[in-house]
């Protein structure tokens, strides 16, 4: 399988007056075409602050980053937007759709970004909410606002899908709908997701899973029998 993005000896130093909080600590990790890996850790153990160096919205403090060949971390803001532009799809807990525009529309937003957008009826299809194209957000429950989400950080068609406690806010049925979305596009679509949750039992669905403490990779570990989506317990 290929590298899609490297990390080596990456550190994120926040200065806090006289004290240095090392968000994250010398990590050197890899992540790989079209898999799916989970990333678990209590509170303030450096899971979003990976997920935003990974994700070009945030530097480093030290160490490199590769976007396959591309050296991130020597490009400088240029390099890092069009990354961040067009490899990279993000969702968050609370779903950050526009209000003021239906699922269509918001989806389609993704065409003012990007050079190369899949086809947002398309995309709506495929998380199974066409019929709700015209609904704005306030008319959907918070599952179908987030495959939503989904929907449009997909239709930039990235090659990496970030997810920060994309199933936060939702009751089990909903999370196992919007979980087995994301599988679908690691599996099928071929790219590759990255999902952050404090739920461990997501962990069993994952291809991989890493697990940080303290600003540290603990470890990484290989699931060789990852669970379907549905048989996920929450
Ligand atoms: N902008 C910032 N300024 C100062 N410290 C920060 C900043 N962002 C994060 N930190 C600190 O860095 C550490 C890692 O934070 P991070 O948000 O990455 O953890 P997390 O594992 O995602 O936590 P949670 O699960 O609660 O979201 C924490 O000690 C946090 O307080």
């Given at each position: 399988m290929g590298v899609l993005v490297k990390g080596e000896n990456v550190s994120k130093v926040y200065k806090m007056g006289e004290v240095d909080i090392?968000?994250?600590?010398s990590v050197s990790f890899e992540i790989y075409d079209s898999e799916l890996l989970v990333i678990l850790g209590p509170s303030g153990s450096g899971k979003s602050t990976l997920l935003n160096i990974v994700g070009g919205m945030d530097t480093l403090t030290s160490g490199e980053l590769y976007y396959r060949e591309k050296a991130l971390h020597k490009g400088g803001r240029r390099l890092l937007t069009e990354y961040r532009r067009d490899a990279v799809g993000f969702v968050f807990q609370?779903?950050?759709?526009?209000?003021?525009?239906t699922a269509i529309e918001n989806v389609d937003l993704a065409r003012e970004i990007s050079q190369s957008p899949l086809n947002a009826e398309q995309m709506l299809d495929s998380v199974g909410l066409l019929a709700r194209k015209d609904h704005f957000p306030a008319q959907l429950s918070g599952g179908e606002q987030q495959r939503v989400a989904i929907a449009r950080a997909l239709a930039k068609n990235p090659e990496i899908l970030l997810c920060d406690e994309?199933?936060?806010?939702?009751d089990s049925t909903s999370s196992r709908e919007v979980l087995k979305i994301l599988r679908k596009f690691s599996t099928e679509f071929k790219k590759t997701v990255i999902i952050i949750t404090h739920?461990?039992?997501?962990?069993?669905?994952?291809?991989r899973v890493m697990y940080i403490r303290d600003g540290k990779i603990e470890k990484i570990v290989k699931n060789e029998n990852p669970i379907g989506a549905d048989e996920v317990v929450l």
């Amino acid at each position: 399988m290929g590298v899609l993005v490297k990390g080596e000896n990456v550190s994120k130093v926040y200065k806090m007056g006289e004290v240095d909080i090392y968000a994250l600590s010398s990590v050197s990790f890899e992540i790989y075409d079209s898999e799916l890996l989970v990333i678990l850790g209590p509170s303030g153990s450096g899971k979003s602050t990976l997920l935003n160096i990974v994700g070009g919205m945030d530097t480093l403090t030290s160490g490199e980053l590769y976007y396959r060949e591309k050296a991130l971390h020597k490009g400088g803001r240029r390099l890092l937007t069009e990354y961040r532009r067009d490899a990279v799809g993000f969702v968050f807990q609370f779903y950050n759709l526009m209000p003021n525009l239906t699922a269509i529309e918001n989806v389609d937003l993704a065409r003012e970004i990007s050079q190369s957008p899949l086809n947002a009826e398309q995309m709506l299809d495929s998380v199974g909410l066409l019929a709700r194209k015209d609904h704005f957000p306030a008319q959907l429950s918070g599952g179908e606002q987030q495959r939503v989400a989904i929907a449009r950080a997909l239709a930039k068609n990235p090659e990496i899908l970030l997810c920060d406690e994309p199933t936060g806010a939702l009751d089990s049925t909903s999370s196992r709908e919007v979980l087995k979305i994301l599988r679908k596009f690691s599996t099928e679509f071929k790219k590759t997701v990255i999902i952050i949750t404090h739920e461990a039992s997501i962990a069993n669905m994952a291809d991989r899973v890493m697990y940080i403490r303290d600003g540290k990779i603990e470890k990484i570990v290989k699931n060789e029998n990852p669970i379907g989506a549905d048989e996920v317990v929450l």
